[in-house]
């Protein structure tokens, strides 16, 4: 099962103001303000992701509470940038551990059983023990 993408433009006014819980001309009016832009089409009319219409949910819940539109217009501004930047860090992170990876000559370490720390050469792997241990608790002998 492929998920949907979150941020596809899918729903005309009439179907994100019904899942969002709100009047369609209240829709138009955000989109007007800046809060919750829509996308258009060729033919130029509104179309909204599911990332809208929880946006648009958030902008009802913060309303309702009394908070201003100018507020509203900033903690959802705050939001996107938070998102912005979580993304770029997973991308850095990525971009790094591939960078780490694909380094010629890099260390690697493994646990001896002793529990010392022995230095491997890149590429080899550790020699296995196929010894058995039997543990048993101080009082017992």
Do not use: C
């Amino acid at each position: 099962m492929t998920s949907m993408d979150e941020y596809a433009p899918i729903f005309p006014v009439s179907m994100a103001a019904e899942l969002a819980g709100l009047h369609a001309q209240t829709l138009r009016q955000y989109d007007r303000l800046g809060l919750v832009q829509a996308k258009r089409t060729a033919g130029q009319s509104r179309r909204y992701s599911m990332r809208d219409v929880m946006q648009l949910r958030e902008v009802a819940k913060l309303s309702a509470e009394g908070v201003s539109l100018e507020g509203i217009r900033r903690v959802i501004e705050l939001e996107n940038q938070v998102d912005a930047l979580a993304a770029r860090v997973r991308e850095l992170e990525s971009a790094l551990a591939e960078a780490v990876l694909a380094q010629p000559g890099r260390r690697v370490f493994a646990a001896g059983s002793g529990g010392e720390v022995e230095r491997l050469r890149a590429g080899t792997r550790t020699r296995k023990h196929t010894e058995i241990v039997v543990w048993r608790p101080f009082g017992n002998r």
